[in-house]
């Protein structure tokens, strides 16, 4: 993978602090973004790296793949997902995402086909109205199922339906809106999930978030992560399956980043982020973090990406995204989402520096080296 020679991307340098991205400039839809940061979006060799495509004003999302080998970037206008869902096999390069009460897959070839995974059992939706089968996909430490956080009629039901056809099985089910549930990296019977902003379905009203950490073991109840009702943001796994990682602060300044035992209240871990944060993410060392940042939130309010080496404290700004105040930064969910790829090797977010939607790359050798 060289980004300097590749005709599918074009280097943009920040003009404050010097740092160059690598932006797709090679595009397959109007909007191309990068994948929710709790998902992983790049292979570990570097092969392939898959993005969200978007033609507005159709509000569905599809997939993109970069194929680094063959230099070609190719869409698939099949993938079209609900919520944030797709998951990536960081060792075939193949994608599973949710479409309806089905999970399908496919390879990144242009000629691989496409395959229903597993569908929730009809007798369990019946007639409801089905909004969302995962908010986004993970699967469990042994590969034999995916997390199911789904939402159809007056209630959201939690599950693991296996990747071999089985049987969906239930886990609990819930009269509110519960969401990003993610399964534990090293644990096939243990998940993390949020409490999420309830749109009741038939008032139209909006009832807040009090307690936002949860857990949940196969065959018990849920629990929450904190003993007093806590309200945070932005949750994810650590890789040791111990502790999980959130944004904290009240909601209109959130300004560190807690790394949490799962199973002690008091052990926590504080990462002070030079300004505002709304999503973060650590190598898997917790020697680098990077996160993006906004004064006022707003679907497609201005934002910037910073990274931080935490052993010198060392902060870089990678980009300071203009808003998008119009039909597309309102719909497509354009926040940054930074993340670490591919080993910890790259980063890869959105940004709008150039005036449009853009899938970015950074490597994280040369922020190091900064």
Not at 37 to 61: H, I
Not at 138 to 150: E, K, L, N
Not at 249 to 276: C, L
Not at 326 to 342: L, M
Request: hydrophobic share 35%; proline share 7%.
């Amino acid at each position: 993978m060289n980004l300097n020679t590749s005709k599918l991307f074009s280097p943009w340098t920040h003009p404050e602090t010097g740092v160059t991205l690598y932006l797709l400039t090679k595009k397959v839809a109007p909007v191309q973004e990068a994948f929710y940061f709790v998902n992983e979006s790049m292979t570990r060799d570097a092969r392939y790296l898959w993005f969200y495509c978007a033609f507005p004003p159709a509000l569905g999302r599809t997939l993109g793949v970069i194929d680094f080998e063959h230099d070609e970037v190719r869409h698939f206008p099949e993938t079209q997902f609900q919520s944030a869902s797709p998951f990536l096999d960081t060792e075939t390069g193949a994608v599973t995402w949710g479409s309806g009460p089905s999970l399908w897959h496919r390879g990144p070839g242009p000629g691989d086909a496409t395959e229903c995974v597993n569908t929730l059992p009809s007798d369990l939706i019946g007639k409801r109205h089905f909004s969302r089968l995962a908010t986004h996909l993970s699967r469990s430490a042994d590969g034999r199922a995916f997390f199911i956080d789904a939402a159809f009629g007056l209630q959201w039901v939690f599950g693991t339906l296996p990747v071999d056809g089985g049987d969906f099985e239930l886990w609990q089910r819930f009269d509110r809106n519960y969401n990003h549930a993610q399964l534990s990296p090293t644990d096939p019977d243990l998940a993390l999930f949020a409490e999420e902003n309830h749109p009741d379905p038939i008032t139209g009203l909006s009832f807040p978030i009090l307690n936002r950490m949860w857990l949940i073991r196969r065959g018990e109840a849920a629990r929450p992560v904190f003993s007093t009702p806590t309200r945070v943001s932005h949750e994810w796994w650590d890789p040791d399956g111990e502790h999980a990682w959130c944004v904290w602060g009240n909601e209109a300044w959130r300004t560190n980043i807690r790394r949490q035992h799962t199973d002690a209240d008091d052990e926590v871990e504080k990462v002070q982020w030079p300004s505002h944060c709304w999503h973060a993410h650590a190598t898997v060392d917790n020697r680098y973090m990077v996160a993006d940042s906004n004064d006022r939130f707003y679907r497609g309010c201005p934002s910037t990406v910073g990274f931080l080496n935490r052993e010198t404290g060392a902060y870089t700004e990678l980009a300071r995204n203009p808003a998008m105040e119009n039909y597309i930064g309102a719909n497509y969910h354009i926040d940054p989402h930074p993340r670490f790829v591919s080993e910890d090797r790259f980063i890869v977010f959105t940004t709008t520096v150039r005036g449009e939607v853009d899938l970015a790359v950074a490597q994280v050798a040369d922020l190091i080296g900064r």
